[in-house]
């Protein structure tokens, strides 16, 4: 591009006149009188003098200067942040201004500083020397470490002055054993390395003592006390021995029949096999309700029991309620073409994995119990057909204490829910995912794993409602998709959450406090509880029984009964 004549390229631009500069700072000093220079000159050498006077007074110069100017200040934190040998040095202060420490132990030559300091190292090198069994060694430094622990001591004695001639032969001595101690290498990379060891081999020992204690435990929780027994044997020698008995217990008036069936009463079932139990749970809730002569009781046991548990409700009295007792073997409608824990029986591999214990050994003993086998114990998703005439009950299991009346129970709105039932899902633990393998393309596609559990053992049953929706049937298709153990392995609970699912009605809490049979269970919910449960393998009827708890189940066993004092003995 040709730039036209006359026009100047900005870039070579120059002021046109020179003498507009500012003057630099020697020219203008020069231009300046001599005696106005002489006097700034005086002025700032006794600026600079005093400036140092200061600096020398400061009682620590490491600490910054105090100051008015929030921002000097500001910089001033700042700069000692980001420093780390001031960070250093403050942390070390704080230490020395917590444990009160004194220049002598501070000090680098203190001879008593140095004593304590070889007595905690020689204390780790003789609990390493023990694990390695080098005895003499151990005694060696033992030896040493009581001599160096009674020098401070008469130094303490004589106003903390340390013997010097003592004190310097005691750390050379015990300096050659710390190094003798390296020989053997004693260092921290193998202490860390054995100690890792000996963790590990501890870790596999408890272990196994806690499957061991597992394994006696449900062992001690599956057999049957002497007392228990002894207590059949009398009751079956009673009844048979007895025609009055037999008489008042069979020969029932039209209007208690009547009654059995009498939806205006309040009706209760339980189904065990354990007669002392039953009459806890008859007696809590007798004792405790407000109108105990509109309680109605459904008892069912087994063949074994039968006549026993007849005899013990025919000789005693429960404040005027009513108590029905069937056994499981007049339920001839319960049979394997219909019930696939029955048909699941007759298979031998389910015989093998809960009887023989010939499956898979990874499995825990408390999955292989018999007794999740038993149809007492299964009984439960057949309440409608047992009680077809009755349209709301009360299931309670055997290991339960009353507290409270229960008869609001029967006035709860369940609103349009079969069931209702206490969850269990304050924490993880009582999720569905715990009981459930949801693994199984199965039951991953039709349940929440973070669903909420709930506890059997006090549920209230619309049984209109049950019949409706089928619930026995769903019951069924999931027994009969489980005879694998590939959905659930323990018990009940897991085929009721799936049975129940969706159905369930939440009750209050103090309903039904839960743990009373394996944990620690806070006193201010069994203070306010109705029902107290012993879920768990420390049952109160057990010598294994958690002794603080026995006392609420014991409050309602008469041991002065002739037949309990024959057969327990207090």
Known sequence: MVRPAGLLDPTTRRRPFLDQRRPSFRRRWQQRPLWARLLLSLLLALACALLLLGLAGSPDPSSPPATDDPSRSAHADADAVSSPLLRQRSYLEVITDTHNMTDEMLSAHSLSRQLMDQISLAKTYITVAKEANNLQFVAELGSLVRREQSILARAAANGGTVVKEDAEKAIRDMAVLFYQAQQFRYDSAVTILKLKGQILSLEEKSKAEADKSTKYGQIAAEELPKGLYCLGVRLTMEWFNSAELQRKFLDRSPAVQSNL??????????????????????????????????????????????????????????RGAIVEIQKVEDFTWLNASYVPVLKQLQDAATQNFYFSGSGNRGTPIKFRNPKYLSMLNHLRFYIPEIYPELHKVVFLDDDIVVQKDLSDLFTINLNGNVMGAVETCMETFHRFHKYLNHSHPLIRAHFDPDACGWAFGMNVLDLVEWRNKNVTGIYHYWQERNADHTLWKLGSLPPGLLAFYGLVEALNPKWHVLGLGYTTVDPDAIKEGAVLHYNGNLKPWLKIGMEKYKGFWDNYVDYSHPLLQRCFMR
């Open 261 to 318: 069936r009498d939806n205006s009463l309040y009706h209760y079932c339980v189904f065990s096999d354990n007669i002392i139990a039953v009459s806890v749970v008859v007696n809590s809730t007798t004792l405790n309700s407000k109108h105990p002569e509109k309680i109605v009781f459904h008892l069912v046991t087994d063949e074994v029991n039968y006549d026993p548990m007849r005899a013990w409700f025919a000789l005693n009295d429960y």
